[in-house]
């Protein structure tokens, strides 16, 4: 039998240790405040000093290779490690290992040259930049690149971009955008038509006309107004046409690094919804002992269990250089539900407290919601999934291929 769930001793080894890291290093750090209830230089202070502490404990940058400064952990051990910081809100950052650099730095390795790679790859890897992906835009749907307005014209070996954004997370104090833009007219494929371009920010012709406020409050997913910005031929990232080929290829593994942190989150709340049924005495017993209350927990136990195992699956697909479409589709889909739901439910146990913001609940159900079309919606994956389910009986005459592959 080659069925082995466990990690390798390595693996347990840092997951150990970036729990440690977190209890003893993060969770202080962020006990003593926010950005805005300790002032901007004390929480940079903060940053700084968890950020020099990533590095004393070995865990600077898990998910990139040794080469760059990281540790060269897989996706698999990479799921271990995230599902640990994302316990806390700067756990992922602490590492180093935050969207959307985590996403951008994949890309910078697989698609850029070895130039580009020393500009804008290097400083990132270091620490001492941030940066932003810049793809959606009011005017169109999201969930449909091909219908992306931004345009790059090219004026001899200058390029020429006009275009509208927004949602770009991180886009204040990035010091580089990941820039989509139309650059074809009649591409063979509706899907050829963008290209990449790596922006130095600040730049001539590029605005950032707000932080858009969400139902969270603004957490920096700005809307950016592009006019005349001129960046040159060398800055193109990939070649002509294949900037939805780079988001697509950016976008599978970063959306499972998002299941990770979601699955922290989740893991979170069902303990607070646990400890919770065991202090709360109401009608003659403490709620953990009321049926109806260990529905919750036995749904929400439940849900987390698919979520670790989907997750570990694609993981391990993504690892083993095969197809793995499919999977990171089913996961993101699943994990961003069961969130939402295990922390609705773990709200529904503490009563009031739970609607107050008294306990981080309010503020992770808020961060949930966007989890449900943000890096592609519910309903595109579901159409993804249900395509390649048919495709699947139609060629094999069984479903099998499209629920894993797995030998049952
Ligand atoms: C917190 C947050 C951070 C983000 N960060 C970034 C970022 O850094 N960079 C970036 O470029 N973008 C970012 N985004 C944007 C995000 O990627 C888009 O919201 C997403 O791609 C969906 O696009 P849209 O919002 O235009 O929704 P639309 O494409 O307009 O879709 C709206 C809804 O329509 C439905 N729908 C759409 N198409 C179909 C279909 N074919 N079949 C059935 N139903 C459909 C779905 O229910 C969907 O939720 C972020 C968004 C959020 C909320």
Not at 97 to 115: C, I, K, S, V, Y
Not at 200 to 209: M, N, S, T
Not at 283 to 296: M, T
Not at 314 to 331: H, N, R
């Amino acid at each position: 039998m080659a069925i082995d769930f466990s990690f390798p001793p390595e693996i347990d080894e840092i997951r150990f240790r970036v729990r440690d890291f977190i209890d003893t290093v993060v969770r202080p750090i962020e006990t003593r405040g926010d950005e805005e209830s300790w002032g901007r230089d004390q929480w940079i202070h903060g940053i700084i000093e968890m950020r020099q502490a990533a590095l004393d404990w070995g865990l600077w940058l898990p998910h990139m290779p040794v080469e760059w400064g990281g540790m060269g952990l897989s996706h698999v051990g990479m799921a271990s490690v995230s599902a640990e910081a994302a316990k806390t809100r700067l756990g992922p950052f602490a590492l180093n290992a935050q969207a959307p650099d985590e996403g951008n730095m994949h890309t910078l390795l697989h698609w850029a040259t070895d130039e580009q790679k020393e500009a804008y790859l290097r400083p990132l890897c270091d620490g001492r930049v941030r940066s932003c992906f810049a793809m959606t835009e009011p005017e169109v749907a999201g969930s449909d690149p091909t219908l992306i307005q931004t345009r790059a014209d090219q004026d001899g070996d200058e390029w020429v971009i006009d275009g509208h954004k927004w949602f770009i997370s991180g886009a204040r104090g990035a010091s580089f955008a990941i820039l989509i833009a139309r650059t074809e007219d009649d591409p063979d494929l509706p899907q050829a038509a963008n290209s990449a371009f790596l922006v130095d920010i600040p730049h001539e012709g590029w605005e950032v006309v707000r932080d858009v406020e969400t139902m969270s409050g603004g957490h920096n997913h700005c809307e950016i107004r592009i006019t005349d910005l001129r960046v040159h031929n060398s800055k193109m990232l990939g070649g002509r046409g294949q900037g939805h080929l780079l988001g697509q290829a950016r976008l599978g593994p970063a959306r499972l690094a998002h299941c990770m942190r979601w699955i922290g989150q989740a893991e979170t709340a069902l303990d607070m919804m646990v400890d919770r049924a065991l202090n709360r005495y109401s009608h003659g017993s403490i709620l953990a002992e009321k049926q109806g209350i260990q529905w919750l927990i036995a749904d929400s136990a439940m849900e987390l269990y698919q979520c670790k195992l989907m997750v570990l699956h694609a993981a391990y697909l993504i690892d083993q250089g095969v197809d793995f479409k499919t999977e990171v589709s089913m996961a993101k889909h699943f994990v961003a539900n069961s969130l939402w739901r295990i922390i609705d439910r773990a709200i529904q146990v503490h009563g009031a407290l739970g609607y107050s913001t008294d306990t981080p609940l309010a503020a992770m159900l808020q961060q949930a919601r966007w989890s449900r079309f943000a890096d592609g919606a519910d309903e595109i994956h579901q159409m993804r999934i249900a395509q390649r389910t048919i495709a699947a009986y139609k060629d094999h005459g069984t479903t099998k291929a499209a629920t894993g592959n797995l030998p049952l």
